[in-house]
């Protein structure tokens, strides 16, 4: 297991993170200098963010400081409730994975989707297995087009309590069998993001980072676990502050191959979005050090 | 698949229902006067309302109205930060065993436990794995208890977001798998609680009550799961108000042989305890004839 006491070069920074600090959108520009001027090497920035800085602009400043991209946020969303809506996703994927490619990220990450309107509290059905069929379909659609561009796609399991509004993968046994079925011969070109909030629970966990392997085991990210979680979606804590047992799930990841970065992804609306990003980024890379 | 909707015969009332209507906690006894009055065969009280209202008494008022119980809430809570808490537990859940015999309860349903010091906010560890163990301990301790007092065990997984503060065990496969390790003839001592709220995302369910079969399936808990869900504890949903497909479980539940009572347990601070108990048990009866 690599050692992170010294340094934070395999420290990455999703730019959820520092996002709208007090209530104020932070641009991604903003951010990128900030993490330039610490060191820190990587960020995981957002579809959202990058359009409204441009793309091209957010291409060049990343390559002038020398920033990688540890993964790309978001593509997914795939289960529609008409034909239309399927097309939309599958325009709209393939968007992801072209801004994927310009700004040489390492992966395109996806959000699958769940119930067509549940997000917005109207689900058109109560479906679910519906939902992951179409799950499917997008993911082995997108596939084709994502390996032409040679963009790995990460399908990141999320947490079951978000299985309606937000994706119907949610373990990483699941996740693999997706993999397995649509990418048999393990090139790389499909795998999982493993992000420790949403799989930390798992009895299998381990077992399915082993299966995962080195192929599969495309983005890991951080945060913690707070008790109490007082909000199902931004309530996610620092690295350090809740329950999870972050360096024996690192040392799981590493143990089957991952050597990548490990990305700090806390959505938090009571308490680091309350603070200045310069406060976030150094106390993330402080316990990106001490406690992951 | 039985047909509910001519009556309510198969209808259970966990009494936390309907327990502290507009902030006034409601007296067991008159819980068990309005199940009666309205002919609900069956209830699942919990243990600090049967103490409140005195064992004797309940055991009494249950056996005047003809009530049976479908379960009783609860024991479990075996993980524990030293020998101590450890033993306490063991105590416990052997008087929880005692009571549930008394008032003739078809089980004891376990609530196992997670990280010690959690639900307080103050986890004394992180090692899930080392909770696991302490629960498997501890069901096989009382195992041996309830056999000898012919009290079924039904352990009752939890949904993932429980897993540090209330119950480590959070799928129907962990479940099983310690319901085999610990009972492999199967004899019935042993056995889940499905409630829908807590596995209804799982892609493993069908499969997974399946493999229970009627042996191990002791209880059938129904509510449905919001979108959005304001609250991880008190924001569950009446049947049919939320995205849960209740007929397509129970179908699988009673095709693998369940034949008992569909037991309706919802915690709603901001919904359903604000309304009148009469209210909310009519509403109980309505969704169970129309969408359970």
């Known amino acids: 297991m690599r050692?992170?006491?010294q340094d934070h070069l395999w420290l990455s920074i999703n730019t959820a993170t520092v996002r709208k600090q007090r209530g104020v959108e932070q641009p991604l520009p903003a951010i990128i200098e900030a993490c330039a001027k610490r060191g820190i090497r990587a960020i995981s920035p957002w579809r959202d963010q990058v359009a409204a800085a441009g793309l091209g602009r957010v291409s060049s400043l990343v390559k002038t400081h020398g920033i990688a991209l540890s993964g790309y946020c978001r593509g997914g969303m795939f289960p529609a409730a008409d034909a239309a809506g399927i097309k939309a996703a599958h325009e709209d994927n393939r968007r992801a994975v072209d801004e994927a490619c310009e700004l040489n990220a390492a992966c395109l990450v996806l959000v699958v989707g769940g119930l067509?309107?549940?997000?917005?509290?109207?689900?058109?059905?109560?479906?679910?297995?519906?939902?992951?069929?179409?799950?499917?379909d997008g993911i082995a659609d997108l596939l084709d087009y994502a390996r032409q561009n040679k963009m790995p796609l990460a399908i990141e399991p999320l947490h079951p309590m978000y299985a309606a509004d937000r994706a119907c993968i949610n373990t990483m046994e699941?996740?693999?069998?997706?993999?397995?079925?649509?990418?048999?011969?393990?090139?790389r070109a499909l795998g999982v993001a493993v992000d420790v909030y949403h799989v930390w629970w798992d009895p299998k966990l381990e077992a399915q980072i082993k299966r995962a392997g080195k192929e599969r085991l495309l983005a890991f990210h951080v945060c913690d676990w707070l008790t109490p979680t007082t909000d199902l979606l931004n309530d996610r804590g620092m690295m350090g502050d809740g329950v999870i047992d972050i360096p024996k799930i690192r040392g799981w990841v590493e143990a089957a191959g991952f050597a990548g970065y490990s990305e700090v992804e806390i959505f938090s609306s009571v308490n680091w979005?309350?603070?200045d990003c310069a406060e976030v980024l150094d106390t993330c890379i402080a316990r990106h050090k001490s406690v992951v």
Not at 123 to 136: E, N, P, Y
Not at 174 to 187: E, G, H, I
């Open 174 to 187: 699941q996740a693999l069998d997706v993999c397995d079925a649509l990418d048999p011969s393990r090139t």
């Open 3 to 5: 050692d992170f006491s």
């Open 273 to 275: 979005w309350q603070r």
């Open 116 to 136: 067509p309107g549940a997000l917005a509290g109207k689900a058109t059905h109560k479906d679910i297995a519906l939902s992951r069929s179409q799950v499917r």
